[in-house]
């Protein structure tokens, strides 16, 4: 018998793909501001034998990710606008075709700038944790840099 071939291409127009939906960015809304994502590898039936996932995140004008942790590695590569990224220690600006590597257990959080969106490819494990959001112990253990303190949104 032969094997169904899944290979496919998955149409893109203004940074919306045909047969992926925008989704919100979070269950819980209060730790990010104007932030949706779409799942465009790795989640479907058909994409099992991926061992990663790959994702669109949309930052809105001036909006943010959640300022989060976890055990897992991102690559992520800027594709829209620009804006800044923290991570652990260091705030970096950030722009068209930037390719950014959180490490493991490295706090990190995206801003959009104030007059275009952030957009960004993020490729993870299928497998990995869920990530946790630093509380005020973990911010002032950790975080020595007044800059990143003061950029930093919960």
Known sequence: MEKENSSKVIKCSDYQWD??????????????EGVHRYSLLGEEEDEQQLNFQTRY?????GGYTSFEVHR????VVIIRGGGEVVL?????????????FVAPETPHQFHATEDEPLGFICIVDRYR????LPDDEFVENNITSEEVRGKIRR
Not at 19 to 32: F, G
Not at 129 to 132: A, V
């Open 57 to 61: 995140f949309e930052v809105k004008p």
């Open 88 to 100: 652990g220690n260091e705030l970096h600006k950030i722009g068209l075709h930037d390719v950014i």
């Open 72 to 75: 897992h590695p991102h690559s």
């Open 19 to 32: 047969t992926v939906p925008r989704k919100e960015y979070k269950d819980d809304n209060q730790c990010y």
């Open 129 to 132: 944790d869920r990530p946790t």
